[in-house]
């Protein structure tokens, strides 16, 4: 059973950037980024599968890009212009099965989590 771990999280000001990473101890075929903000569901980002396939939630297309280092087992997600909205847990996940269809995407999906990371952008 795969084993994830996130880092890369911290506080920046709206329009700084961050890069999560997510380590996996073995090779899923599917990886994911969730978010949670305090008292909200826990809201999916973006997916990158084993085949370089990504997509996101359209609040951050254009601004967020997942990346994966499949020698590492690693899905990477940079954040570019942040913005206050952005702030919350960021989680990452995975699945032994092809990314979910977008319009389907759910957190039940996925039965691995990690710990997450926490992601802070002030104004």
């Known amino acids: 059973l795969v084993q994830l771990v996130e880092s890369g999280g911290g506080s920046v000001q709206a329009g700084g950037s961050l890069r999560l990473s997510c380590a996996a101890s073995?090779?899923?075929?599917?990886m994911a980024w969730f978010r949670q903000a305090p008292g909200m569901e826990r809201e999916w980002v973006g997916w990158?599968?084993?085949?370089?396939?990504?997509e996101y939630i359209d609040s951050v297309k254009g601004r967020f890009t997942i990346s994966q280092d499949n020698a590492k087992n690693t899905l990477y997600l940079q954040m570019n212009l942040l913005k206050p909205e952005d702030t919350g847990m960021y989680f990452c996940?995975?699945?032994?099965?092809?990314?979910?269809?977008?319009?389907?995407?759910?957190?039940?999906?996925?039965?691995?989590w990690g710990q997450g990371t926490q992601v802070t952008v002030s104004s």
């Open positions: 996940a995975a699945r032994y099965a092809p990314c979910p269809n977008s319009a389907t995407m759910h957190r039940s999906a996925f039965a691995f």
């Open positions: 073995e090779d899923p075929y599917c």
């Open positions: 990158g599968d084993r085949g370089g396939l990504t």
